[in-house]
Nanobody
Framework: QVQLAESGGGLVQAGGSLRLSCAHS????????MGWFRQAPGKEREFVAGIDWNGRSTSYAYFVKGRFTISRDNAKNMVYLQMNSLKPEDTAVYYCAAARIRQPPQSPGEYNYWGQGTQVTVSS
């Protein structure tokens, strides 16, 4: 059974930075695509960023491109989301997800495992 645990959320002023981390407990991390999603109150969960199984390919939602960077460390079973130039509209609960395929899908339904989420609040 895979468990994912996010950390690193918090309150930050607009223009600031945060780094989210996600720990993957299973043996399949190194062959799994990983994704970050977010969900704001009253809105659907949306794709933020994805990374393939070996970290060579990444994808981003248009609204974070150039500001956020996803990365992974397969030796540590960790995936990260570096968030720079944060805006109030980035406020949401951020979720880490793992998919049992090598390339990261953008649909939440294609992910097999989810973390509990970490709150990110950006003040104006």
């Amino acid at each position: 059974q895979v468990q994912l645990a996010e950390s690193g959320g918090g309150l930050v002023q607009a223009g600031g930075s945060l780094r989210l981390s996600c720990a993957h407990s299973g043996r399949t991390f190194s062959i799994s695509a990983m994704g970050w999603f977010r969900q704001a109150p009253g809105k659907e969960r949306e794709f933020v960023a994805g990374i393939d199984w070996n970290g060579r390919s990444t994808s981003y939602a248009y609204f974070v491109k150039g500001r956020f960077t996803i990365s992974r460390d397969n030796a540590k079973n960790m995936v990260y989301l570096q968030m720079n130039s944060l805006k109030p509209e980035d406020t949401a609960v951020y979720y880490c997800a793992a998919a049992r395929i090598r390339q990261p899908p953008q649909s939440p339904g294609e992910y097999n495992y989810w973390g509990q989420g970490t709150q990110v609040t950006v003040s104006s």
